[in-house]
């Protein structure tokens, strides 16, 4: 009688199996087995071997130091999970770098309505020199480099950019509300 399930094995039996605590793998050959148990359980495309076995293995070392056995149920629901989380995280940056090019498109073409030469970059001295109302400011292209902005990305050219079209509005604002 063989080991594995087969076309003639009722779903119930296979659930049993996947909810009943098993021993994990304690050497190459096991690891092995156990790895095509859960891919094969997990019913995910199978585009990155490598990548699955790295989570699978990764999942293995977070367990606690008292595990010895646990249901394939976790492992094969917790990889999917990740593909889930993988995908949403992808579609999270998508998101939130169309919102940021947006808002970066819509007050840079204010600014450069307003005033088409406020800022340009110096090929002799690296750098950025903007003017806003007359007033002329200049950016050490070193500062720029070094200067972090409040979430702990590094500033350059992109933020500079939004961070002018900002800093013009509010002067612009500024001046409006004072007349």
Same mark, same amino acid.
């Given at each position: ?13 296979? *659930? ?10 304690? /050497? ?26 790295? +989570? ?6 977070? *367990? ?87 979430? /702990?990305?590094? *500033? ?10 900002? +800093? ?12």
């Amino acid at each position: 009688m063989s080991k594995h399930n087969t076309v003639d094995t009722s779903v119930d039996t296979i *659930l049993a199996q996947m909810n009943e605590k098993r021993p994990l793998p304690m /050497g190459r050959a096991e690891f092995d087995v156990w790895i095509e148990r859960i891919l094969s359980g997990s019913l995910l495309p199978c585009t990155d071997r490598e990548s699955m076995e790295f +989570a699978l293995a990764s999942m293995l070392m977070h *367990l606690g130091p008292q595990e010895s056995h646990k249901e394939d149920a976790f492992f094969i629901h917790s990889l999917r999970k990740s593909a889930v989380n993988q995908v949403a995280h992808a579609r999270m940056i998508e998101i939130k770098s169309q919102a940021e090019a947006k808002l970066k498109d819509e007050l840079t073409k204010e600014v450069c309505a307003a005033h088409p030469a406020a800022y340009r970059v110096d090929a002799e001295k690296p750098g950025l020199t903007f003017e806003i109302d007359g007033e002329r400011a200049f950016i050490d292209e070193n500062v720029l480099k070094k200067t972090a902005l409040p979430d /702990g990305r590094k *500033l350059f050219h992109d933020d500079v950019d939004l961070i002018f079209a900002k +800093a013009y509005l509010q002067k612009k604002n500024e001046k409006e509300t004072s007349q």
